[in-house]
């Protein structure tokens, strides 16, 4: 089992900044693809991003391409997801997941992190 920790999540303006962070502990040699996914209550977890470990291999839902990026520190078993010129819709929770197969697909995850909040006010 690979344990996750999210943070980094907080209040913002409409257009602005925030990095979350993705720490992993545990069995982190099983896994080979770290994701973030989101939820808005009352509506279905969706996809945002993931990448491999080794930052080979990234993917983005159409939504955030070109506004967010994710980069990796595997030295420190961490990955982030810097998040730029939010707009309102991106509120939510924000999850990181870990699994071994590049999909979007829920499906395909292992680990949750516990979930870290991001409100875009307008």
């Known amino acids: 089992q690979v344990q996750l920790v999210d943070s980094g999540g907080g209040l913002v303006q409409a257009g602005g900044s925030l990095r979350l962070s993705c720490a992993a502990s545990?069995?982190?040699?099983?896994?080979?693809?770290i994701s973030w996914f989101r939820q808005v209550p009352g509506k279905e977890r969706e996809f945002v991003a993931q990448t491999t470990w080794n930052g080979d291999h990234s993917n983005y839902a159409d939504s955030v391409k070109g506004r967010f990026g994710i980069s990796v520190d595997n030295g420190k078993n961490t990955m982030y997801l810097q998040m730029n010129t939010l707009i309102p819709e991106d509120t939510a929770l924000y999850y990181c997941?870990?699994?071994?197969?590049?999909?979007?697909?829920?499906?395909?995850?292992?680990?949750w992190g516990q979930g870290t909040q991001v409100t875009v006010s307008s």
């Open positions: 997941a870990a699994g071994s197969t590049l999909s979007s697909e829920e499906r395909h995850i292992n680990d």
């Open positions: 545990g069995r982190t040699w099983r896994t080979t693809v």
